[in-house]
Structure formats: C-alpha cells, structure tokens
C-alpha cells in the first residue's frame, strides 16, 4: 500500500473498525479481541501470491470439470472458524449469470473467495469500492474479471448497438457501459463472442489502472487477470 495512505490515527482506527464490522466483531466483539477480518482462520491453507492464487483456481476448475469437486470447507469447524473473520485469497469479478458461480466453477468453499456479481461484469461505484475493499483492506493478492461465453447482457449490448433501439429501463446503462468493448471487426454472433472477452479485458484494464490498485500491482502483491469460461467444456482460460 502507500505510505500515505493512513493520514491521521482517526482514519486508522475508522478503517480497523470497518474491517471488525464487516467481519461481524464489532462493538462488543472488539473489547473481547476478537479477530479482525484480515485475520485468517486457515492461514496456512491460503494462496498468497498472485501466482499462487491463479494456480489454486486454475486447480479448482480442473476439478470442477473432472466432476471431482471437493467441496471444501464447508465442515461445521470451518464454519465456527469463519465467525471469527475472514481471508479470501482472490476476489472473483464476475456476470450474474446462474450458470457461472465462481465458488463451483473453482471448487473453492466458504472463506475462499470474494465474489462481486454484475451484468456483464460492468463497474460502477459499489463494485468497484468492493473490489478495493478486498484487496486494500483484505490482502486479498488476485482479482479475476471473469466473462463467460454466451453472456445476454453482452449480447443485449451488441444487438442494441446494431439496431438503434432503447431497452427497458436500467438495463439500458448496462449496454451503454458495454458499448465500449463492442468488437466491430466480427459480424454475428462472432461479434457477441468476441465482445465477451474484450469486456473481460477493458474491465481488467480499468481495474489496473485505478491508483490504489496499481499501486498493489507495482509492489507485486496484486495481480488483476482477465478469464473467460466456456459453458459448453466448463473450463476458464485466461485473457491476455
């Protein structure tokens, strides 16, 4: 992180009470010492390297594609475990797709992974202050922007695009934030495919570029790749 981060003692302890609050200590909970949030419960267990987080997913969905998942960490210890806070080794950005759950396409469990869900992957102000919180506040040493393929919020963005025509309500902002990864060189359903990973990768792109975030990436504790995952073989492959 930067230096400068941390400007009075105040914001410092404002931040240690929003790491006990979302880990469910505060209050009371802090007089106790209770384990912060940063705190692992299976700290051993943890990936925490970009490239050790990056093989632990890619290990988890060649599981999930063998049909071998483990489920891991779902035990009742875990979860007595869990109450006393948090360490997720990755943040997952991802679309909301029911087809696409980041903790079964990567086999991962409760306490793995922090994931944040949006149409298309789009960013706005809440996912990105999410993003950040994870790993600014969490440690957390790997976000994946993950696509996937046949994605209707891209596919609504292209079609609409083409036509000319309006959609319904909100969902509009949502083509409107697509627009810009639309890929122009392709035709048809080409196009729709094609638009998925450059949206993976214009969202990695901006994620990188945000101050705090490439300031993590400069000292090598962060890592923002870009994936996508095939709903027809289940695998994710990276972006580059």
């Not at 202050?129 to 696509?147: K, Q, R, T």
Request: charged content about 20%.
């Amino acid at each position: 992180m930067t230096a400068n981060r941390f400007l009075t003692d105040t914001s410092t302890a404002r931040r240690s009470l929003l790491r006990a609050a979302v880990a469910g200590t505060a209050g009371a909970g802090l007089a106790l010492g209770a384990t912060p949030a940063s705190a692992a419960p299976r700290g051993s267990e943890r990936p925490d390297t970009p490239a050790g987080a990056l093989r632990e997913l890619a290990a988890g969905n060649r599981r999930w594609r063998a049909h071998r998942e483990r489920h891991p960490h779902e035990s009742p210890a875990v979860r007595r475990q869990l109450v006393q806070g948090q360490h997720p080794f990755a943040v997952v950005l991802g679309c909301i797709d029911s087809r696409v759950p980041p903790e079964h396409v990567f086999d991962q469990g409760l306490g793995d992974l922090m994931t944040v869900r949006s149409a298309g992957e789009v960013l706005d102000e809440a996912v990105l202050g999410s993003v950040a919180y994870g790993v600014l506040e969490l440690g957390i040493p790997l976000v994946m922007v993950l696509g996937h393929q046949s994605c209707g919020a891209v596919k609504a963005a292209v079609q609409v695009d083409a036509s000319g025509e309006r959609l319904p309500a909100h969902i509009q902002y949502l083509a409107d934030q697509i627009r810009p990864a639309i890929d122009r060189t392709q035709q048809g359903e080409a196009r729709i495919d094609a638009t998925v990973s450059a949206q993976a990768r214009l969202v990695r792109d901006r994620l990188a570029a945000e101050p705090d975030l490439a300031a993590e990436i400069a000292g090598g504790r962060l890592a923002v790749v870009a994936a996508r995952y095939e709903l027809h073989d289940q695998s994710v492959r990276t972006l580059v």
